[in-house]
């Protein structure tokens, strides 16, 4: 039965990345990623309200007016990750923004550990959790440097001068710098918000109502944020019309995104937080090097090489020793 909640955690892991690959079909269809996070956080809504309705808990959420209105807030980090994943998959890969979301991950979880923020007990810094992130550190830093020397070669160099070729490359530079830091900080929240729900849990004691608590909490964000972004014409309109051409597939990662909230929420009690937290970021990691190599879910087919295999190896053994130890 253990191993069977292990293999459950790592599964789970895996249904991170497949998330983030699929919303990109629903992105396509929908026509902003604004859009497509409103959707996808709406179907992960109704199908946990009815996992709580079905497990007789629901009724917990009328507890809400009685906690600390900031236990409410864990799920603002679910749209920041969902849209970052829609923007980032397509630029960098799935292997190199998993990498990324990991490495932010790993170090906010050292933040919310070493000093007991949000509630989360201190632990002490260990040899074993410093060699951890550097070996996290390392990894991405090995990924990243390889995804961007394969652009520059897969790019000819633009006719003109000298100049207005430094310019632009200073430009991408940028850019690139821009994307790899909204990655980090899309993997940072996913920590802060379990410490968050941890509270909520703790209020209500009914995790799937509060997962469900988190997702009505992660929808309403990202919709006003949809109205705003389209208010500022700053995003086109929704389309649902194409929805209907949309590869079936296109609809799972509501379902994903339900899956990994609640199978954490019961996986954490019975192999502990730390086991759980190392399992899920390995899975992560192991199906968006899947997804890169084969192309799948229409991803770009980016093979694997040896600097790419070097830099997975050093994320999953850094994320072990920095959960593990």
Known sequence: MYFALLAAALLVGCLLAVQASVNLQ???????PYGASTLQLSVATALLAVLAVA??????????PDVEPWHLLGGLASPLYITSGILLFPRLGALAAVGLFVTGQMFASLALDLFGLVGVPQQPLTLGITVGAIAVLAGITVIIRGQL???KTAVPAPAGGGTAVATKAAGTSVKQAGWIVLGIVAGAVLPVQGAVNAKLRADLEAPITVAVISFVVATTAIAVVLVVMRALNRTPAPKLAPLTTMPWWGWLGGACAAAYVTATFMLIPEIGAATTVALTVTGQQLASALIDSRGLFRMPRRPFTPVRIAGLALLVVGSALVQLT
């Open 55 to 64: 497990a007789g808990t629901i009724g917990a959420a009328g507890l809400v």
């Open 26 to 32: 629903l992105n396509k269809a929908v026509g902003t």
């Open 149 to 151: 020397t394969a652009q």
